[in-house]
């Protein structure tokens, strides 16, 4: 059974920084696209970050520009979202979610229709 698992959260100052690591089991990640999305309290799960099999595009949801950075490593069967400049806006579970099935051409990268294996979430708090 395919299972993802996300590591690296925490509690962190604003202004500081995380990196979030993403690995799976019984699946290799190097012919799939990736994305990280996001959960806080009483909020709808939203798209972060995505990237695609061969590492570009690249995409960001637009309050993380300039602050995040998604990369992968195909080899090491592992991706990474560093996170910098923190915001107490950024507190939230944090998932990582591999899409393996073909969808429809018009959805977005960001959006969660496209991915089919999701991890169970790394904590992401951030204090002001």
């Known amino acids: 059974q395919v299972q993802v698992e996300e590591s690296g959260g925490g509690l962190v100052q604003a202004g500081g920084s995380l990196r979030l690591s993403c690995t799976a089991s019984?699946?290799?990640?190097?012919?799939?696209?990736i994305g990280w999305f996001r959960q806080a309290p009483g909020k709808e799960r939203e798209g972060v970050s995505y990237?695609?099999?061969?590492?570009?595009?690249?995409e960001y949801t637009e309050s993380v520009k300039g602050r995040f950075t998604i990369s992968r490593d195909n080899g090491k069967n592992t991706l990474w979202l560093q996170m910098n400049s923190l915001k107490p806006e950024d507190t939230a579970m944090y998932f990582c979610?591999?899409?393996?099935?073909?969808?429809?051409?018009?959805?977005?990268?960001?959006?969660?229709?496209?991915?089919?294996?999701w991890g169970q979430g790394t904590q992401v708090t951030v204090s002001s």
């Open positions: 979610a591999v899409q393996t099935m073909s969808t429809s051409p018009t959805l977005h990268a960001l959006s969660r229709l496209r991915y089919n294996y």
């Open positions: 019984k699946l290799t990640f190097d012919r799939y696209h």
């Open positions: 990237i695609s099999w061969t590492g570009y595009p690249i």
